[in-house]
């Protein structure tokens, strides 16, 4: 070999180790996790909250993946109980949907904030940005219960520091047109109401995890 073939061969050699770098996967991961809001109740596939949010965020240019992490009739014990199992090791982000099921049952608002904050303390430890997407408790159910189940929300996105969407169903909650028969679970519609809503929100919860990777 010629010296300067020799220079050559070397010189490619050494930009080798960049290009696995260059190659690296950047996909943010995102679990949704909830009750049968994410889960998509009545709903074919592709059109739950998950999957609608994953193709709006990669029709923005966004490398993601949205994990469908719901469960339909989770209260925020039950999402409490199973968080440890569905929750993955490569996971970036979470959004959190839970206590619509709470306030349906009437479960006290003391009892849904203990879970809801041991659910964004078990996301914090593992190192996961999260989102918080606050409900409402039905109008009916007094003004005390109200005040204290919708209070719990902001009180608690402010006490972790977690990115806060006040209203999960904001847009939605009350519109026929929007809803399934049982005028609680969003139709397809609905759910595209709600992914173009939020969709600030978990462009903000991107930059985070962003930003922790670049620190």
Do not use: C
Request: proline share 6%.
């Amino acid at each position: 070999m010629t010296v300067l073939r020799r220079l050559i061969a070397l010189a490619a050699f050494a930009v080798l180790p960049f290009a696995p770098a260059q190659a690296q996967d950047d996909t943010v991961t995102i679990m949704a996790f909830g009750d049968s809001l994410v889960h998509g109740y009545g709903l074919p596939a592709g059109e739950p909250f998950p999957a609608q949010l994953e193709v709006a965020l990669q029709d923005k240019g966004y490398n993601v993946e949205v994990i469908n992490a719901g469960s339909s009739g989770d209260t925020s014990k039950s999402g409490r109980s199973r968080l440890s199992w569905v929750l993955q090791d490569d996971v970036d982000a979470a959004i959190v949907v839970l206590g619509a099921n709470d306030a349906l049952r009437g479960i006290d608002p003391a009892v849904t904030r203990d879970n809801l904050d041991a659910v964004l303390q078990t996301l914090d430890d593992a190192g996961v940005e999260t989102l918080l997407a606050g409900m409402k408790a039905p109008r009916n159910m007094g003004q005390q219960y109200v005040q204290e189940f919708d209070g719990l929300y902001p009180d608690l996105a402010e006490r972790h520091g977690v990115v806060f969407y006040p209203f999960f169903l904001q847009g939605v909650a009350q519109q026929p047109d929007l809803n399934q028969s049982d005028g609680i679970h969003p139709n397809a519609e609905g759910v595209a109401v709600i992914v173009d809503n939020m969709l600030p929100k978990v462009e903000q919860l991107i930059e985070r995890v962003r930003s922790d990777a670049a620190s």
